[in-house]
């Protein structure tokens, strides 16, 4: 198994453009997760799907931020307009149950942002 | 909700050391995590507790399950450059969405 893949692994863009992280979760795993990584607030979890449904947006910053996941195999994490301070490392997770079952959750290798 | 308080936040000691790190919570959990995060990667589960008490080790790694289901303890023994990276704590109760700690930093002198 390859593994949560995310692409891409560095993205550096200019203030007021859009910007979209993807995520191939493992197959079979029915719960995702996007988190959000900064040194001042750590991991931040932003939204997690199950069964490709969205049940929990509250982490979301603002509107500026926005995900889909339209089949169980892809989501994605959108951030229009992206601002400098959403620069981050950006991770994305997935897991048999809501709850990560035996063993957890397993991250991907993540997206460091840099809007400059 | 349930919160974490991991410590201490960062350490930073000489290769050869025993290293010692704690999670506690404000309420109980089923199921205690520990993940390692290596510098430009995402968290790898290290260890995984299932009951109160529980001892486990996985090499120089050893992590236990407070009797009290509030607190656990993670030890790293004989520590080697490779060691660095942040360490996480997870707590996870009644199938609910985990709950991670702040992390604690770890840095190795050679």
């Known amino acids: 198994d390859a593994g949560v893949i995310q692409s891409p692994r560095h993205e550096v863009t200019e203030m007021g453009q859009e910007v979209t992280l993807r995520c191939k979760p493992i197959?079979?795993?029915?719960?995702l997760f996007w988190y959000r990584q900064t040194m001042m607030r750590g991991l931040e979890l932003l939204i997690y799907f199950n069964n490709n449904v969205p049940i929990d947006d509250s982490g979301m910053p603002e509107d500026r931020f926005s995900a889909k996941m339209p089949n169980a195999s892809f989501s994605t994490l959108k951030i229009q307009p992206s601002e400098p301070r959403d620069s981050a490392v950006y991770f994305c997770?997935?897991?048999?149950?809501?709850?990560?079952?035996?063993?957890?959750?397993?991250f991907g290798s993540g997206t460091r942002l840099t809007v400059v | 909700g349930q919160q974490l308080n991991q410590s201490p936040q960062s350490m930073f000691i000489q290769e050869g050391e025993d290293v010692s790190m704690n999670c506690t919570s404000s309420s109980i959990f089923n199921t205690w995590l520990w993940y390692k995060q290596d510098p430009g990667e995402g968290p790898v589960l290290l260890i995984a507790?299932?009951?109160?008490?529980e001892l486990t080790s996985n090499g120089r790694l050893t992590a236990q399950f407070g009797i009290t289901r509030k607190d656990s303890f993670l030890n790293i023994s004989a520590s080697i450059p490779s060691d660095v990276g942040i360490y996480f704590c997870a707590g996870q109760y009644a199938g609910n969405m985990l709950t991670f700690g702040g992390g604690t930093r770890l840095m190795v002198k050679p």
């Open positions: 197959s079979g795993h029915n719960s």
């Open positions: 997770a997935s897991s048999s149950k809501q709850g990560g079952g035996a063993y957890g959750y397993t």
């Open positions: 507790l299932y009951k109160a008490g």
